[in-house]
């Protein structure tokens, strides 16, 4: 168990660009969550995901957001025309392993994005 | 008002101390509550989960829970400079089938030799 992955770490990019992350999560989890979290602030919930079934969206992810989990395997975050406000740290964080009542979820490193 | 509030701090300690970390909660009706630590730059790592009212420790760590008062708290025990980070309270919400996690905007803590 190596833990739930994401790339890339950091992206830089310029206003209007369009960027995609990927997240892959613990190989035993069947859920995934993306988070998206400022400086100063907690993580806030973006969108999530049972298997390859994309169940919730947040009114904060707008139609510039998309996300997808073919194979209910990894997940990619794609977000188009980027704005300055799109500048943040975006977490993924999986759960779902059998046994585990508590439903914790595990973050991975996350990726920090900026949009100059 | 926040679903989950949490003083920002920083709360300064002294290293040996208790530092003791607060975070109130809106919906009465949550079950379960987790801390995590974040080092800046990092992400979010699990520290602790309490569902029970009262306490839990694990180690160093105690995790309180009033479901009356609708407060959870964290105690760190003997206070480490390496402990410096900010704690973040989640809660857990469940809505539409399924659970999502309420972050406060967290406490930094500073623990000084």
């Known amino acids: 168990d190596t833990g739930v992955s994401q790339n890339p770490r950091h992206k830089i990019t310029k206003r209007g660009q369009n960027v995609t992350f990927r997240c892959d999560p613990i190989s035993e989890h069947n859920r995934l969550y993306w988070y998206r979290q400022t400086l100063g602030q907690g993580p806030e919930f973006l969108t999530y995901f049972q298997n390859e079934a994309q169940l919730e969206k947040s009114r904060l992810l707008s139609d510039r957001f998309s996300a997808e989990r073919p194979k209910g395997s990894f997940s990619t975050l794609e977000i188009q025309r980027t704005e300055q406000g799109d500048s943040a740290m975006y977490l993924c964080?999986?759960?779902?392993?059998?046994?585990?009542?508590?439903?914790?979820?595990?973050f991975g490193p996350g990726t920090r994005l900026t949009v100059l | 008002q926040k679903e989950v509030e949490q003083n920002s701090g920083p709360l300064s300690v002294p290293e040996g101390a208790i530092a003791s970390l607060n975070c109130t909660y809106s919906?009465?009706?949550?079950?379960?509550f987790f801390w995590y630590r974040q080092y800046s730059g990092k992400s979010p790592e699990l520290i602790m989960f309490i569902y029970s009212n009262g306490d839990k420790e694990d180690g160093r760590f105690t995790a309180q829970l009033n479901k009356a008062s609708q407060y959870v708290s964290l105690l760190i025990r003997d206070s480490q400079p390496s402990d410096s980070a900010t704690y973040l309270c989640a809660v857990r919400a469940f809505s539409g089938g399924y659970n999502k996690l309420i972050f406060g905007a967290g406490t930094r803590l500073a623990v000084h030799p």
């Open positions: 919906d009465r009706g949550s079950q379960s």
């Open positions: 964080a999986s759960t779902g392993m059998i046994g585990d009542f508590t439903d914790t979820q595990y």
